[in-house]
Nanobody, 127 residues
Framework: QVQLVESGGGLVQAGGSLRLSCAAS????????IGWFRQAPGKEREFVAA????????YYADSVRGRFTISRDNAKNTVYLQMNSLTPEDTAVYYC????????????????????WGQGTQVTVSS
């Protein structure tokens, strides 16, 4: 059973930055993707970003592209989400997710493609 532990959430003013971390107990599969979803109050869970362990291929939601950067440290089995230029619309619980197989580029944004989920970390952006 893979465990994902998120950290780095908190309260920040609009325009500020935060960096989330997700430590995985093990890599699920060398070419699988690991990434982030988020869920705001009253809204559906949505894809944020993902990266593949082996080649570092990245994927972003349109709403965060250019502001968020996902990266990984294979030696530490850790994935990071650097979030810049935050807005109140980024307020949500952020979940780290990990797949167990290769995902097609067109499916990385689908929550049912990820077998493992962390407990989530709250990010609140004040205006």
């Amino acid at each position: 059973q893979v465990q994902l532990v998120e950290s780095g959430g908190g309260l920040v003013q609009a325009g500020g930055s935060l960096r989330l971390s997700c430590a995985a107990s093990e890599r699920t599969f060398s070419r699988a993707a690991i990434g982030w979803f988020r869920q705001a109050p009253g809204k559906e869970r949505e894809f944020v970003a993902a990266i593949t362990w082996s080649f570092g291929i990245t994927y972003y939601a349109d709403s965060v592209r250019g502001r968020f950067t996902i990266s990984r440290d294979n030696a530490k089995n850790t994935v990071y989400l650097q979030m810049n230029s935050l807005t109140p619309e980024d307020t949500a619980v952020y979940y780290c997710v990990a797949a167990t197989r290769i995902l097609l580029a067109g499916t990385v944004n689908l929550s049912d493609q990820y077998a493992y989920w962390g407990q989530g970390t709250q990010v609140t952006v004040s205006s």
